[in-house]
Nanobody, 116 residues
Framework: QVQLVESGGGLVQPGGSLRLSCAAS????????MGWYRQAPGKQRELVAS???????SYADSVKGRFTISRDNAKNTVYLQMNSLKPEDTAVYYC??????????WGQGTQVTVSS
């Protein structure tokens, strides 16, 4: 069983920045993809950003140019740098791992609140 532990959430003012971290209990070097999802109250969970084994990335249109996903294979950690935060970015953010064997794992989530 793989464990994913998120950290770095909190309360930030509009226009501010946060960096989320997701530490995995196993190597992420050969993982198909790592991603960040978010779920706001009353809304479905949505994919925010993904990073693939070859290092390529993809983003939801709503965060392009503001969020950056990255990883440190040596630390088995994935990051989400969030800049120019908006109130609509408020949500619980979840880390996700997908393997080549159709396995999928989730973290417990970390709350991000953007408010003045």
């Amino acid at each position: 069983q793989v464990q994913l532990v998120e950290s770095g959430g909190g309360l930030v003012q509009p226009g501010g920045s946060l960096r989320l971290s997701c530490a995995a209990s196993r190597s992420i070097n050969s993982i198909y993809a790592m991603g960040w999802y978010r779920q706001a109250p009353g809304k479905q969970r949505e994919l925010v950003a993904s990073i693939y084994r070859d290092g390529s990335t993809s983003y939801a249109d709503s965060v392009k140019g503001r969020f950056t996903i990255s990883r440190d294979n040596a630390k088995n950690t994935v990051y989400l740098q969030m800049n120019s935060l908006k109130p609509e970015d408020t949500a619980v953010y979840y880390c996700n791992m997908r393997t080549y064997y159709n396995e999928e794992y989730w973290g417990q989530g970390t709350q991000v609140t953007v408010s003045s």
